[in-house]
């Protein structure tokens, strides 16, 4: 009884925080192996060995855990960018490069096009804002590089295309890369020239060059 006892004081205490990203963490690991239709509470909370109604407590349903998964995904890449594209640290090509490997790893892209199509992805989503943001990013980039250069700035709404274009073709690509690649007798080297070739078009456009 005592060494009952013992096992669980030892037992360690998760924050409300801690257990929420254990959850999505595990959840994650579902997505990537099968899917959105691999992600089902009973079998992520036997992974953490916690119960059913735990993961309920933190995101209220299934529904609610896949919501917290694409959002998750989204506010991190778009934070990321957000913040890098402000301070000057984004690279060449870097944006493209990292928008496609977040869409394309884990099955994240999937995971949203599951989501809109069935109708789950609604405006008053938080995820709206994250365009928004970008865009405002990057044409304040584009404005100040033609401040510097003496050139004419791209209007807000040149730079809202770009994103649009871009993200676009990320979200399709790394739903129907392969396909694509495979019908059109292409190799991977192939798809990451598209996406150089992509990101050189809209610097293109952006900086006047």
Do not use: Y
Request: glycine share 6%; proline share 2%; aromatic share 4%.
């Amino acid at each position: 009884m005592a060494q009952a006892r013992s096992t669980k004081t030892a037992r360690r205490r998760r924050t409300a925080e801690e257990a929420r990203r254990e959850i999505l963490d595990a959840a994650q690991v579902r997505l990537a192996a099968g899917g959105p239709e691999a992600v089902r509470l009973q079998d992520v909370a036997a992974d953490l060995g916690i119960s059913h109604p735990a993961i309920l407590h933190h995101f209220e349903s299934r529904e609610g855990l896949l919501r917290a998964l694409s959002l998750r995904a989204m506010e991190e890449l778009n934070d990321s960018l957000v913040r890098d594209i402000e301070s000057g640290r984004l690279e060449a090509g870097e944006g493209i490069e990292r928008v496609f490997a977040t869409l394309s790893q884990g099955n994240a892209a999937r995971l949203l096009a599951w989501r809109v199509l069935s109708g789950r992805e609604s405006e008053e989503q938080p995820t709206r804002r994250h365009m928004r943001e970008l865009t405002d990013a990057v044409h304040r980039r584009a404005e100040e590089h033609a401040r510097s250069a003496g050139a004419e700035s791209p209007s807000w709404e040149e730079a809202a295309f770009c994103m649009r274009l871009a993200s676009a073709a990320m979200f399709g690509d790394a739903i129907l890369g392969p396909t694509l690649n495979s019908s059109c007798g292409v190799d991977e080297a192939f798809q990451k020239r598209f996406r150089q070739w992509l990101d050189e078009l809209i610097s293109e456009r952006l900086t006047r060059r």
